[in-house]
Structures are given as C-alpha cells and as structure tokens.
C-alpha cells in the first residue's frame, strides 16, 4: 500500500518564520505535488514535480518554494510565513505519467501562522 | 484555466436516502475525471475513477457516477447512504490535452448523513 508521510500534523508558526513542510513517499513515484486545503475553496496547486531537481508552478504558488532533491521527499517551504498562509497543506504522489494513474495522499499538515 | 464547480457545499440526508452530488468541468478537452472522499480524521482516499469508455462508473461503498460529456458534469450518486459515508467529497479533473499531471479539484461538498 502507498504511504506518503508529512513530517508533522500540526505546525504552530510566527509570522515572518521560515517554515518547512516535509513529504515522503516509499512508493517509487515520479509525480509529487503540494495542495492547500481551505474550507469552501477545496484543494488548491501549489507546486508539483515530476522528477528529482524538477518543479513547475501550480495555481497558486506565490509566497511558497519547492524542493526536490531525492525522488522520494518533496519539501514545500514558506520564506516568510504569513498569517493568510495559514491552511491545511497536503501532499500527494502518483506513478509515471499520471495520466491513469490517482493520487495518493498524506494526513496533512495544518499550519498556524501567527 | 480548467476550473471544477461542485454546487453543493453542505448536504444533509437521513440514512437510506439517495443521494446525488453534482460536479462540473469548464474544460472542453479530453479529461480524466476523479471523485475523491475525505473521512473524518483520514486522508483523501480515491472513490472512483473515469478515463474512457463506459460512462457510467462504479466506484467503491456502493459509489457510482455518470459521465455527460455534452453537459460537462460528473455526477456521484448513491441509491442509499448510509452514517458511514459522512464525509467530505471532492470531484476533480485532469486535461489529457495541456500535458498537466495535476488534478484541478473542485471546492467539496461535505455530506452529513443523520441516523
């Protein structure tokens, strides 16, 4: 069964605060990808990536960086935190092209920044 | 830019009792078509699928959906809910056209099913 491990459930940050949130998959998977989840807005692109070092943009990526440095971990940060940042970010991983492949999802990570 | 509208924000049946969410895609191309649920306290699971063929989908807990291509809707239905489906549900999209291997989701509809 796929595991996609966000390092922490719940994250308590100050505004200004470099923030780091930290997704690993054990299944081999080439595509990762960072959403945030707010309540009447659904799950929002932030970043994805289909391959080690590679990253393109999502919808909303703004205030937000990406890296991917080994296929397995993709790590969203947050270079000066604000409080509108403050969310449910979720990371997902899917095979190959993904063109028949679903996403699999981690727990979530929810972000207070304040 | 796709975009994917779930009109129903905030349903609430009793168990037994059918139900229909509606989801519809702005996109006019090839799409993949998703439906995701989110358990309380658990993680988005996937509930069922559509790439080709029959538009009529079933997906697991009794789940089926209905593809209409000439009105851009994905509806997700259930002859009868039951306590355990409370949930959030997520209809979600992806083009077969722009080379886009993200999902564009919609905004959810959060069912409460009362006993």
């Known amino acids: 069964d796929v595991k996609v491990t966000q390092s922490s459930r719940y994250l308590v940050k100050r505004t200004g605060e470099k923030v780091f949130l930290e997704c690993v998959q054990d299944?081999?998977?080439?595509?990762m990808f960072w959403y945030r989840q707010d309540p009447g807005l659904g799950l929002r692109l932030i970043y994805f990536s289909y391959d080690v070092k590679m990253k393109e943009k999502g919808d909303i990526p703004e205030g937000y960086s990406v890296s991917r440095e080994k296929k397995e971990r993709f790590s969203l940060i947050l270079e000066s935190a604000s409080t509108n940042q403050t969310s449910m970010y979720l990371c997902a991983s899917s095979f190959g092209t993904g063109y028949n492949s679903p996403l699999h999802f981690g727990n979530g990570t929810r972000l207070t920044v304040t | 830019a796709q975009s994917v509208s779930q009109h129903n924000h905030h349903v609430i049946l009793s168990e037994a009792a059918s139900l229909e969410l509606g989801c519809n895609y702005s996109?006019?191309?090839?799409?993949?078509l998703f439906w995701y649920v989110q358990y309380p306290g658990q993680h988005l699971q996937l509930l069922l699928k559509y790439f080709s063929g029959d538009p009529l989908v079933k997906g697991i807990k009794g789940f089926e959906a209905e593809f209409i291509k000439s009105k851009f809707s994905f509806n997700l239905r259930k002859p009868s809910v039951q306590w355990s489906d409370t949930a959030e549900y997520f209809c979600?999209?992806?083009?077969?056209?722009?080379?886009?291997?993200?999902?564009?989701f919609g905004s959810g509809t959060r069912l409460q099913v009362q006993p």
């Open positions: 299944m081999d998977h080439e595509n």
């Open positions: 979600a999209v992806k083009s077969m056209d722009t080379g886009r291997r993200a999902l564009t």
């Open positions: 996109y006019g191309g090839t799409v993949n």
